[in-house]
């Protein structure tokens, strides 16, 4: 186990590295000169040298680059350019949106599908379970942000329920920042639950099939039981892998519902990035979500690892 | 010797037509993929009212005989928008599958050709290549290289490279040790030869099956980059742009809204089913595997 874990870590931090390093160099030949845009038109051009030498933009690509790498092995991300404030603190102020919307959408995406994956499996075949995947069908066809505009038009703009957009601050107190954040959290889980209900239904049906379910049913345990502790625990190894792959997807596909809804969340602020040129902030966050990814699916292997022996030998 | 070649193919296309006419989910998802690509054709000769044209007097209106899905802000058709937005879609997602097919398979080929260190680095790629969001690279890459459907088309066929490789390495791997393989290695064929003439064939369904998923993703992300702004441009119409134009007018004419989201749900489901229905159609083996 210690063998298997520490070759997986190894491979995480070689990917980091390699993801750090696309991120740098594709930004780095991005058109356009941050200390010209930061200046603008009207600078001349002593300015614009002088803040590049300031913002160490001479140095080397390759200098630029290894220095980037150890301030972020340091928790350092760099400064952003537009804000003059560490990028960790820019991120920090933006993540507790991003990651709570992230998490309620993952537990609201798992609190439906994972009954409706049981519900179909057992009952293959019926009606039930035909209407129920041809509704998964169609939460897979709907984009999220789509769904999100009809949402904010029925409880936002008719109902007047929650807010349609915007977000007060957790310093408001609890009940104001989950009204903001449930339109939203609703619009992402929608796709992810229908996903999720057919992988459980599928890796449930699986199961079901195999033989020592046979066997259970065979001794004459009841159905019920056959179902919840033989069935169901082996079911959920598939079940966990595209719930840690989802998390990082819905960390990073907030992006657009976060413009739906004027949420200030990590979307907003790596798209203001874009827009003003300041790269050390986009490169910051997308590293930021590379290894949230790389990460949770080292966290999902090693858990496999432990509970499955034969997986370690790979 | 081609006559009986020609006579096997003829039974192939049987035994598929036979399964087709069973399988439901491909009969809906071929007929609406067939509806969405004759429109898209119509329009380009011919839609309704002109989408350049704008026509104060009649904006905002509900669907009527005259204007089936009601007209936008500026007075203009939204079904004649719809038309000519479905272009875009298509050719989006079209080519970015393109990309991917033509990029990846070849990659993906090589890789379980040559096995060894060439398959394990292509194998870290790719995983480095998952580990990044795709819809937020997408984003930063139109962003930064400035929006357009060009642009767009690039930002989502990268991502379709490593699923095409993936999957055409995957299933020549699986090849490689067949007999008839072995046959034509014996027979004195190289590598690429015996991958031209024998893996690929074989491995053409699957990534038929691929590719209509890969299209029906890559609908959805030309839906999200025009959304935000980062897709087509004007005076191209598009089935996202739509969208965010409607989201300005929601309070006072949600109707705008409706027909562009029907529009990618159909289009979207279409092509999820008959994804579905070729993959059982084309072989019940594969039917596990997703």
Redesign the interface.
């Known amino acids: 186990m210690l063998a298997y874990t520490a070759r997986r870590l190894l491979i995480v931090l070689v990917t980091l590295l390699v993801a750090s390093a696309i991120v740098f160099f594709v930004l780095e030949i991005v058109p356009g000169d941050p200390a010209r845009l930061m200046l603008g038109l009207n600078a001349t051009e002593d300015a614009v040298r002088a803040l590049r030498e300031q913002m160490g933009l001479n140095e080397p690509v390759l200098t630029r680059y290894l220095s980037w790498l150890s301030g972020m092995a340091r928790g350092d991300f760099g400064e952003s350019l537009t804000y003059s404030v560490p990028v960790t603190e820019l991120i920090a102020d933006r993540i507790v949106v991003s990651l709570p919307l992230a998490l309620l959408a993952l537990g609201l995406s798992t609190a439906i599908a994972i009954p409706v994956g049981i519900f179909t499996a057992a009952r293959r075949g019926t009606r039930a379970d035909t209407a129920a995947m041809a509704g998964t069908q169609l939460g897979i066809a709907i984009p999220n942000f789509w769904f999100a505009l009809l949402l904010v038009y029925v409880f936002a703009v008719t109902l007047q329920w929650v807010p349609a957009g915007g977000f007060p601050g957790w310093d408001e107190g609890l009940w104001p920042g989950l009204r903001a954040l449930i339109l939203p959290a609703i619009a992402l889980a929608l796709p992810q639950a229908a996903i999720l209900a057919r992988v459980a239904r599928s890796a449930l049906l699986e199961t079901l099939a195999e033989d020592y379910i046979r066997t259970a049913r065979a001794k004459g345990l009841p159905a019920n039981i056959v179902l919840w502790r033989h069935a169901l625990r082996n079911a959920m190894i598939p079940v966990l892998t595209i719930l840690g792959l989802q998390f990082a997807f819905l960390l990073a596909g907030t992006i657009i519902i976060e413009n739906v809804f004027f949420l200030p969340g990590l979307g907003q602020l790596v798209f203001q990035a874009i827009n003003q040129r300041d790269l050390i902030v986009v490169e910051g966050v997308v590293v930021l979500l590379v290894g949230t990814v790389v990460i949770v699916n080292f966290l999902v292997d090693l858990a496999y690892a432990w509970a499955d022996p034969r997986l370690r030998r790979r | 010797m081609t006559d009986h070649l020609v006579a096997a193919e003829h039974e192939d296309w049987r035994l598929f037509l036979k399964k087709a006419r069973a399988n439901r989910s491909f009969q809906a998802g071929a007929a609406i993929t067939l509806l969405i690509v004759f429109i898209a054709a119509v329009s380009l000769i011919w839609t309704p009212y002109d989408v350049a044209k704008l026509s104060i007097p009649d904006r905002l209106q509900g669907p009527s005989w005259s204007h089936w899905f009601g007209t936008d802000h500026f007075g203009r058709d939204i079904f004649s928008m719809i038309m000519e937005g479905s272009r875009n879609s298509i050719a989006v997602a079209l080519i970015a599958v393109g990309i991917g097919i033509g990029i990846g398979v070849p990659l993906g080929c090589w890789a379980a050709a040559r096995r060894g260190w060439i398959d394990e680095v292509f194998m870290?790629t790719s995983?480095?290549i998952f580990?990044?969001?795709a819809?937020?690279?997408a984003?930063?890459i139109t962003?930064?290289?400035g929006p357009g459907a060009v642009n767009a088309i690039i930002a989502i066929g990268i991502f379709n490279i490593p699923v095409f490789a993936r999957v055409a390495r995957g299933a020549a791997l699986s090849l490689w040790p067949r007999e008839f393989i072995l046959a034509a290695r014996a027979s004195g064929k190289g590598p690429a030869r015996i991958t031209a003439e024998h893996i690929l064939p074989n491995i053409a369904n699957l990534l038929l099956v691929q590719g209509t998923i890969q299209f029906?993703l890559g609908i959805?992300a030309e839906?999200?980059l025009s959304?935000?702004g980062l897709g087509a441009q004007p005076p191209a119409t598009s089935w996202g742009r739509m969208?965010a134009e409607?989201?300005t007018m929601?309070?006072i004419a949600?109707q705008m809204?409706i027909a562009?989201?029907i529009a990618?749900?159909?289009t979207?489901?279409g092509l999820?089913?008959l994804g579905d229905g070729l993959r059982d159609v084309l072989d019940p083996k594969l039917r596990?595997e997703?």
């Open positions: 870290r995983d480095i580990a990044f969001p819809l937020l690279s984003v930063m962003a930064i290289f029906s959805l839906a999200g959304y935000v969208l409607a989201q929601m309070a949600p809204a562009p989201g990618i749900i159909v979207v489901l999820n089913l596990r997703r």
